[in-house]
C-alpha cells in the first residue's frame, strides 16, 4: 500500500512515498514559492515520477504544515506537530526519542512524545523571527554569506560573538556594529546560531530537558546548529539529514494508519 | 544683563534633537539629526545647529543637559536626565494637563503615567522587540516600496484595513508581501500595520492604566494614520503636536533651567546623573 506525505512549509515543501508503512520509495523538496497549493501538486507530481507510479497507484494522501489546507489532492490534513512527533520517531526509532526539537523558518518547538510518538507537551514560537530561521536568512542577506556557505562559514569560527538583542530586527544593528568594528564574519555567524541555540534552549527547559535532543526541521541540515546547540545544551543533540522530511513521514504513516481503520 | 541660554539634547537611536530655551521659557531654537555610528559627534551636531537655528553662539548657553539612549554622549552637557522624565516634562510643558504619554520611537515604545505636578507615577515599556515601534513601521514601509513620511497620507484613502496577523516585524514584513501579492491595496495594508502597532500600544497603555489626557510624541506620533487609528481603537482624542518628536529635548532643557534658578553654578557642575 503507497501513502503520500506532503509537508507544505513557509521555506520549503516536502514530500514522500511511503510503502506499507515502512518503506520510503520517492522524495522531494523545493522552495515554497508562490502558490502554496501548486507547490504541493509539484511535489506530489515530482514524487510519482521518481518513483515511476501512476496517480491512482497512489491509495492516500495527507498533507501537513502551514499549506496543508491548500493542497486540493489531499484526503486528510494533520497538524504538523502531530506529524513532526510521529515522523522523528520513526527517523529516529532504533534509538527512542522523547525529546525533539523542530526548528523551521518561521517557527521553533520543544516537543515531548510517548512510545508510539504521541505528543504528550510542546512548547512552541512561531510569533517571533529570532528564533528560526528566518533569523538566518537575514544574516545571509546582509553580511553577503549565501545560505548555502553559510553553517560552513560559521563552522570556521574561534571566538563566537553573543548577540545581545532578542529581536531579529533590533539586532541587525548590532551585527553591523560587530562588522564595523571588524569582527569576523565566521565568529558574528557562530554568534547568531548560539543565540538561536539558546532561545530553543529555554523552549526545551519549559518541557523539561531530561533527555537526548533529537533535531527535525530544516536547519538539521546545518552542522553549525548542531555545534551551537550542543554547546549551549551541554549535550550532544542528535541528527540526521533526513529529518528534515519529519512532517512529511509523520503524515504518510498516519495516512497509513488512517486508511486502515477506513478498511476495516 | 547678559542673555544666557539653556539647551537640551536627546539622543535617540535613529535621530538626535536639541532645543534651545531662554530664561522665560521660549523655544528659541531646534534641530534634527539623523544619528551615524559616531553618536558623540551627532549630539554635539545637533546641539549647534540648534544654536544656529536661534541664531546664538554656543557661548550663550550656560547649561545642557543631555537625555535618550545616547544621553552619555553628550559629553559637552553638564546635567544627564533619563528620557523618561525628559518626555514626560517635555509632554506637560506644551499640554499642562497631559496624564498619560505614549512615546513610539525608533527601536522602542514607551508608556508613561504622570501625576499633576509632572511626577512619574508608572512607566512601561518594550525595547526587547522591535515590534510595534517605529522600525516596525521601516520596515514594513520598504517592502511596500514607500517612505515612512507617505504612510500617513497614503493611510487616508483606506477603506478597508487589512488584518495584519503577524506579531513579528520579520513575519509582518512578509505578510506585506504576501497580501500585496493578493492584490490588497497598498493604503488598507498600511492601515492594517496602523492598526496593528495602535493594538500593541494600547496593551502597553493599560499597564500603566488609561487615563485622560493623553499625549503622543515620539518620531511615529508625526504619522497622522498612526493618530487617527490610536483615537479610533482609544474611543478619544489624543494630543499631538508637530513639536512632539523635540519633546525629551523641551524636558531636557527645562530640567536644565530648573537647575539655574535653584541658583546651580554650572562652571561647578560635575557631570551629573539624575534618576
Known amino acids: 500500500m503507497i501513502t503520500a506525505g506532503i509537508d507544505i512549509g513557509t521555506g520549503s515543501t516536502k514530500g514522500v512515498l511511503l510503502e506499507d508503512n515502512e518503506k520510503i520509495i520517492a522524495r522531494a523538496i523545493k522552495p515554497t514559492k508562490g502558490s502554496p497549493g501548486k507547490m504541493a501538486t509539484e511535489i506530489f507530481n515530482e514524487l510519482l515520477e521518481t518513483s515511476k507510479l501512476d496517480k491512482g497507484e497512489v491509495d492516500y494522501i495527507a498533507s501537513t504544515g502551514y499549506g496543508r489546507y491548500m493542497m486540493e489532492e489531499r484526503q486528510i490534513q494533520i497538524s504538523d506537530l502531530t506529524t513532526t512527533g510521529r515522523g522523528a520517531k520513526f527517523i529516529y526509532r532504533d534509538k527512542n526519542p522523547s525529546l525533539i526539537l523542530d526548528i523551521g523558518t518561521q517557527s521553533s518547538r520543544a516537543i515531548r512524545v510517548d512510545e508510539r510518538g504521541k505528543i504528550i507537551q510542546f512548547k512552541m514560537n512561531e510569533r517571533c523571527a529570532a528564533g528560526s530561521g528566518r533569523f538566518i536568512e537575514r544574516c545571509s542577506r546582509y553580511l553577503v554569506v549565501p545560505m548555502e556557505k553559510i553553517s560552513e562559514t560559521a563552522m570556521k569560527s574561534t571566538d563566537p560573538q553573543k548577540i545581545s538583542s532578542v529581536c531579529a530586527v533590533l539586532s541587525e544593528t548590532e551585527i553591523i556594529n560587530h562588522v ?54 551541554d549535550q550532544e543533540v542528535i541528527s540526521v539529514p533526513e529529518a528534515h522530511f519529519s512532517a512529511a513521514i509523520g503524515a504518510a504513516r498516519l495516512g497509513y494508519q488512517r486508511l486502515q481503520k477506513i478498511k476495516k | ?26 523655544i528659541v531654537g531646534k534641530s534634527l539629526q539623523n544619528v551615524s555610528p559616531k553618536v558623540a559627534e551627532d549630539a554635539e551636531t545637533a546641539f549647534l545647529k540648534a544654536c544656529q537655528d536661534a541664531g546664538i553662539d554656543r557661548e550663550k548657553v550656560v547649561l545642557i543637559t543631555g537625555t535618550g539612549y545616547g544621553r552619555l554622549k553628550v559629553r559637552f552637557g553638564q546635567l544627564i536626565v533619563t528620557e523618561i522624565s525628559c518626555h514626560a516634562k517635555g509632554a506637560q510643558f506644551i499640554f499642562p494637563k497631559t496624564r498619560l504619554t505614549l512615546d513610539i520611537g525608533g527601536q522602542d515604545t514607551k508608556a508613561i503615567r504622570l501625576g499633576e505636578n509632572g511626577e512619574i507615577i508608572d512607566f512601561s515599556m518594550n525595547d526587547k522587540c522591535s515590534a510595534g515601534t517605529g522600525r516596525f513601521l521601516d520596515v514594513c514601509a520598504d517592502a511596500l516600496g514607500f517612505s515612512v513620511s507617505d504612510l500617513g497620507p497614503i493611510s487616508e484613502k483606506s477603506r478597508r484595513p487589512v488584518k495584519i496577523t503577524s506579531t513579528c516585524t520579520v513575519f509582518a514584513e512578509t505578510e506585506v508581501s504576501n497580501q500585496l501579492a493578493r492584490g490588497r491595496k497598498p493604503e488598507d495594508i498600511v492601515n492594517g500595520l496602523h492598526y496593528s502597532i495602535a493594538e500593541r500600544s494600547i496593551s502597553l497603555m493599560r499597564r500603566v492604566g488609561i487615563v485622560d489626557e493623553i499625549t503622543f510624541t515620539g518620531g511615529v506620533s508625526r504619522n497622522t494614520g498612526m493618530v487617527r487609528a490610536l483615537e479610533d481603537k482609544l474611543g478619544r482624542k489624543i494630543n499631538v503636536s508637530p513639536l512632539s518628536q523635540w519633546f525629551g529635548a523641551i524636558g531636557a532643557a527645562l530640567f536644565a533651567l530648573e537647575e539655574l534658578e535653584k541658583g546651580s553654578d554650572p562652571k561647578f557642575m560635575p557631570m551629573e546623573v539624575k534618576q
Open chain 2, 1 to 26: 544683563m547678559q542673555e544666557k541660554y539653556v539647551a537640551g539634547v536627546d539622543v535617540g537611536s535613529t535621530t538626535a534633537k536639541a532645543i534651545i530655551l531662554d530664561m522665560d521659557r521660549n
Open chain 1, 180 to 233: 564595523s568594528q571588524g569582527i569576523p564574519v565566521e565568529d558574528i555567524l557562530m554568534g547568531v546560531f548560539m543565540s538561536i541555540a539558546d532561545r530553543a534552549g529555554t523552549l526545551l527547559k519549559r518541557v523539561k530537558l531530561d533527555a537526548p535532543v533529537f533535531l527535525a526541521g530544516g536547519l538539521v541540515h546545518m552542522p553549525a546548529m548542531k555545534k551551537a546547540l550542543d554547546e549551549v545544551l
